[in-house]
T-cell receptor, first 117, second 113 residues
Framework: AQKITQTQPGMFVQEKEAVTLDCTYDTSDQSYGLFWYKQPSSGEMIFLIYQGSYDEQNATEGRYSLNFQKARKSANLVISASQLGDSAMYFCAMREVHTGTASKLTFGTGTRLQVTL | DSGVTQTPKHLITATGQRVTLRCSPRSGDLSVYWYQQSLDQGLQFLIQYYNGEERAKGNILERFSAQQFPDLHSELNLSSLELGDSALYFC????????????FGAGTRLSVL
């Protein structure tokens, strides 16, 4: 069974600094996808970044980058130049690549990030 | 705005009652997923539909059911509600591509009193 582990329940970072949120995963599949979502206090789930298991380059989306280390089964999210609006809960998730159209996401327990002045 | 619409935003009801949550996927997305987020269980996958047919099932209770209609909107029906069903229920949708990124709606917050 798939498992996602986020070991940091909470993190603090100063505005304009970079921060790394940890995520490790466990799967026996060779083909899978890794995702990060942001959940602000308002509750919605916002997609941030995606990394495929066969992608050779680390994914980047603006200030977000995913540090993908396949051998270590880690997919850490790096947020550069933190902003006050980055304060939120962050979830790492994994998707097994099923044949056909069946799919689901397995989520970690999340990391609450607080950006301070 | 993800393009996924969920209604209602909030729902307050009593134990034993039945409610229906509605989801309209992003234009062009054929897959709809339902997730439950609660304090004790975290974010859990409930069920997926693709173009009207059930495709994947998680730990969805027998008291819960879902369907996807020909216009691709989906409904999640929760019956014989218990206090423990209080949670944030998310709908997500995706195009069936290799990435298959799921975009989430804003959620329906269900409070069972």
């Amino acid at each position: 069974a798939q498992k996602i582990t986020q070991t940091q329940p909470g993190m603090f970072v100063q505005e304009k600094e970079a921060v790394t949120l940890d995520c490790t995963y466990d799967t026996s599949d060779q083909s899978y996808g890794l995702f990060w979502y942001k959940q602000p206090s308002s509750g919605e789930m916002i997609f941030l970044i995606y990394q495929g298991s066969y992608d050779e380059q680390n994914a980047t989306e603006g200030r977000y980058s995913l540090n993908f280390q396949k051998a270590r089964k880690s997919a850490n999210l790096v947020i550069s130049a933190s902003q006050l609006g980055d304060s939120a809960m962050y979830f790492c998730a994994m998707r097994e690549v099923h044949t056909g159209t069946a799919s689901k996401l397995t989520f970690g327990t999340g990391t609450r990030l607080q950006v301070t002045l | 705005d993800s393009g996924v619409t969920q209604t209602p935003k909030h729902l307050i009801t009593a134990t034993g009652q039945r409610v229906t949550l509605r989801c309209s996927p992003r234009s062009g997305d054929l897959s709809v997923y339902w997730y439950q987020q609660s304090l004790d269980q975290g974010l859990q996958f409930l069920i997926q539909y693709y173009n009207g047919e059930e495709r994947a099932k998680g730990n969805i209770l027998e008291r819960f059911s879902a369907q996807q209609f020909p216009d691709l909107h989906s409904e999640l029906n929760l019956s014989s509600l218990e206090l423990g069903d209080s949670a944030l229920y998310f709908c997500a949708s995706s195009v069936s591509t290799a990435q298959n990124i799921q975009y989430f709606g804003a959620g329906t917050r269900l409070s069972v009193l």
